[in-house]
């Protein structure tokens, strides 16, 4: 990602939060409490937020007179922002989604007048883009007989019964790859899907090309034998917790017991160590880099994430942070796919939601597993939406907009190991360990019923599972140290 392009979303990310505020700030002085309570909480914006009186009606004055005085020139009129637009393409040459990711959303579109304060249903055509946000997407703003008028789309999560209309998951064929000396703890993707590296207990890290495993798997293969592994890293002194690629170079970071942060330069064949370290001052659990690449999150042993600037080694605390009790050590990290947001799941059970720019805790889910730690967080490809993982045996969907519980996934035992759920590269399904079973267990993502259940190979329950966001196949990581490579049968 280039860096105006890092810095453009920054931008678009202020000034979203500016137009929420207005909002917010002018239903709340109009004595419309209650569209006031709703934008805030759909917005994560405060109620009480400040905001200059009549702010909003200012600017919209403004722009319409601008507006006005463009068209009298022949100017043409451009959206605000292009919603057809996209982020630069990440690390490598990513391919586009086999198919479009599912949509947990329904939507109904309706008018606010704010001078009266009167809501009416009306299906309108949308013009311009102006604004969007977690639930409200802002499509025109206008003037009538003096009131200022907007046009929403407000989400409403599907929640309905869905049963009976469950898709069925391709059927995939395995393949022992590797094994470590000890544990096979954690597993990570390149954003590509090319390559794929395990971390171990015994402190080594293994980076496996894709292409070379199918052609592994291949029934008959003229070239000998293949070996998929090409880098294998020495230079933790304690198991590794966690991995991750940079979005654009060959780098690979791991996070370990040792309390270290270790970047390794894949594209050098002999380098076996780390060329440059951060030394953390808790057990780094988990990591996730910045989709700009400059910055990184390491979840630890202490109750907030700690973030490097990538450059420099500096690191940064959120100043605005919640009341964490002393078990709040983070188990897993993740940024979202802009960035503009981050997420933290707790040994307290909690789920945690953070602005991505101002390292502010936006919305706490206490008690998202109950008093069970909360293994994996992860959100969704457009980022209103949290997968979550916790050792109350439960896989859960929440809403990032509202906090509120969308979907539960049950059926598969997971209370010892520090597991964690994960979607395909479509978001059709989602995937998680039982453990009780050994057994993989698959749900359909919209209807949450689980549609198939197969026998792990590993000897004794994996430990991770990790899908490809490039395509049909996914890696598990055993307590038997055995690394194992599913892929769509064709």
């Known amino acids: 990602m280039e860096s105006s392009g890092v810095e453009q979303i920054l931008q678009d990310g202020k000034l979203f939060r500016q137009v929420n505020s207005l909002i917010v700030a002018h239903l709340r002085d109009n004595n419309l409490s209650q569209a006031a309570s709703a934008v805030a909480s759909a917005t994560m914006t405060p109620l009480n937020i400040e905001a200059p009186p009549n702010k909003l009606v200012e600017l919209v004055a403004k722009g319409l007179a601008v507006e006005k005085d463009e068209i009298g020139r022949g100017v043409p009129l451009n959206p605000l922002f292009d919603s057809g637009s996209s982020i630069p393409a990440a690390y490598g040459s990513i391919p586009a989604p086999r198919a479009a990711a599912v949509d947990f959303r329904q939507f109904t579109c309706f008018v606010v007048w704010l001078s009266t304060g009167a809501f009416r249903l009306g299906i309108g055509d949308v013009k311009h883009l102006y604004c969007r946000t977690d639930r409200f997407v802002v499509l025109s703003l206008g003037q009538r007989e003096n009131a200022l008028i907007l046009h929403f789309f407000h989400e409403i999560s599907a929640v309905q019964d869905t049963k009976g209309s469950s898709k069925n998951f391709p059927k995939h064929e395995t393949r ?37 495993i199918k052609q592994m798997m291949l029934p008959d293969s003229r070239e000998g034998p293949v070996r998929p592994v090409i880098r294998t890293f020495y230079d933790h002194m304690q198991p590794i917790n966690d991995l991750d690629f940079h979005p654009q170079n060959t780098v690979l970071i791991s996070g370990g017991k040792d309390h270290t942060i270790k970047f390794f330069d894949f594209s050098k064949a002999t380098a076996k160590r780390a060329y440059r370290v951060i030394q953390d001052t808790h057990n780094v659990r988990s990591v996730s880099f910045h989709p700009s690449g400059d910055f990184l999150l390491a979840g630890t042993d202490h109750q907030i994430a700690h973030l490097y600037d990538v450059n420099t080694f500096q690191c940064y605390l959120s100043a605005n942070v919640p009341e964490i009790g002393v078990n709040g050590a983070i188990n897993q990290v993740r940024y979202s796919s802009t960035g503009g947001m981050y997420v933290t799941a707790s040994k307290d059970g909690a789920i945690r939601l953070w602005d991505g720019v101002s390292a502010n805790c936006v919305r706490s889910i206490v008690g998202a597993h109950g008093t069970a730690e909360a293994t994996s967080a992860n959100f969704t490809k457009d980022q209103r939406f949290v997968l979550s993982c916790g050792k109350d045996s439960t896989v859960k969907l929440w809403e990032v907009g509202t906090g509120r519980l969308v979907k539960q996934y049950l059926g598969a035992s997971h209370t010892q190991l520090r597991c964690q759920a994960v979607f395909n590269d479509t978001e059709e399904f989602v995937l998680a360990i039982d453990e009780q079973s050994n057994e993989i267990v698959i749900w359909d993502a919209l209807t949450a019923e689980k549609v198939a259940r197969w026998p792990s190979n590993h000897i004794g329950a994996p430990r991770w599972i990790e899908h490809s966001p490039a395509e049909a196949a996914f890696i598990t990581c055993g307590t038997d140290r055995s690394v194992r490579f599913w892929k769509e049968t064709l």
């Open 176 to 212: 022992h790859l590797s094994e470590h000396k000890n544990i096979a703890r954690c597993a990570r993707f390149s954003p590509d899907g090319r390559f794929v590296a395990t971390g171990s207990a015994d402190t080594s890290i293994k980076l496996f090309e894709i292409a070379k």
